[in-house]
């Protein structure tokens, strides 16, 4: 069953600043460290394009042309090489704390490597039977990492080595490039989507003990190829509800949508943990959010970790942002920003928006919505 989209409503009044970064290449992946002892003045960004990952550091107390930092850039020594997604996590107890960053892209190489002072960790290895799509770090359990392939699987591994500790495939799996993947805040469930349209939702197994190594989850707990019409090149969890988009090539409408299962998401999943196959997919849409010029694939929007903006940049160069709670929605544009892509946006705790595209540059917004 569908249920009506609420209006949203345009509020323009948002913008504080505005500030960009140049890079050498064209970017698709951003992603913001765990915060520090700085607080929402001091970011530590990593973004990631070509064969190429990049350290940023945000300082806003800072001078207006030093805000935006470039501390350190990596180049793979294979040009062949393309790098889609990266991920920050911090392991330890607090004070001692070390930040690590894993990337991976078109060779379905994995790398971790260990940030600022530590061990100096560098793990690479071949982690995919083809490109790593996307990844992402659990909130509950930091030091489980979740990537996604071409190959048509979903591995979860053990941080700081990366050692697999399950994979999530199969006869009732996905049966095309998995694009996107995301963990539920309480670590017992993970959201894929992928070019075969399907979204399915799995059950992570929470004995990682020694004796239970390379667990193989070949049976997703639900499953829907209905919620789009094309490509699904990014899905998140919304509390115990999902967002998801489609990239829509074939003419359906651009929207972003806040849909559920039918039904309480962790009573609906354990009934049906022990069925044969996955539940046929019923689910009710609580909301659209609709973006103009968002024609391509690979373009990722992301929620903040506080739960309560969204952000999605399109083809034009603009970055819508959502106050979910609200129903409000502002645009974000700069007349030095190119009408190029922005593959992804991501939003600080601040509220703060980060975006990253064609143009090759970090472009970085300080904003408010009135409520």
């Known amino acids: 069953m569908l ?16 500030r960009q970064a140049k890079d050498d290449i064209k970017l698709v992946g951003v ?13 530590t960004v990593a973004t990631c394009g070509g064969p190429m990952i990049t350290v940023w550091v945000l300082d806003t107390s800072r001078k207006e042309k030093e805000m935006i930092e470039k501390v350190n850039q990596w180049t793979d020594g294979n040009k062949e090489e393309d790098y889609y997604t990266c ?25 971790v490597l260990s940030m600022g002072a530590g061990d100096g960790l560098s793990v690479r290895f071949v982690a995919h039977g083809g490109p790593i799509n996307h990844m992402v ?58 070019m075969d349209r399907q979204i399915k939702v799995w059950s992570v197994p929470l004995d990682l003990s020694s004796t239970k190594k390379d667990q193989h989850i070949r049976k997703p707990c639900f499953s829907s190829h209905v919620v789009h019409w094309d490509y699904v090149d990014c899905v998140k969890f919304y509390g115990d509800v999902i967002i998801s988009k489609s990239c829509n090539t ?26 044969r196959r996955p539940d046929p997919g019923r689910f009710t849409v609580l909301m659209k959010f609709d973006v103009e010029n968002l024609d391509l ?59 990253v595209g064609d143009a090759k540059e970090l472009v970085y917004w300080k904003y408010k919505i009135k409520e």
């Open 31 to 43: 992603a913001v460290a765990p915060s520090g002892k700085e607080g929402d003045r001091y970011a």
């Open 3 to 18: 249920a009506t989209s609420p209006k949203l409503k345009n509020n323009h009044d948002h913008e504080l600043y505005f």
């Open 137 to 194: 770090c659990g909130r509950r359990n930091p030091e489980l990492l979740f990537t996604c392939s071409e190959d048509l699987s979903v591995r979860m591994w053990r941080l700081p080595k990366a050692d697999q500790v399950a994979q999530f495939d199969g006869i009732s799996g996905h049966t095309a490039a998995v694009l996107a993947v995301d963990v539920h805040t309480s670590g017992e469930w993970v959201v894929s989507g992928g």
């Open 297 to 355: 694939w690979f373009m990722k929007f992301s929620v903040s970790v506080v739960g309560r903006q969204l952000v999605c940049g399109n083809c034009v160069g603009r970055i819508y942002v959502w106050d979910i709670p609200t129903g409000t929605y502002c645009h974000l544009q700069h007349k030095s920003i190119a009408k190029l892509p922005i593959r992804m946006s991501v939003v600080r705790p601040n509220g703060d928006v980060i975006g």
């Open 250 to 275: 074939k003419g359906g409408n651009n929207s972003i949508v806040m849909w559920k299962v039918g039904g309480p998401l962790d009573k609906v999943l354990d009934s049906l943990k022990d069925r």
């Open 87 to 111: 991920c920050w996590t911090a392991l330890g107890m607090l004070g001692d704390r070390r930040r690590y960053l894993a990337f991976g892209g078109k060779l379905g190489v994995l790398r």
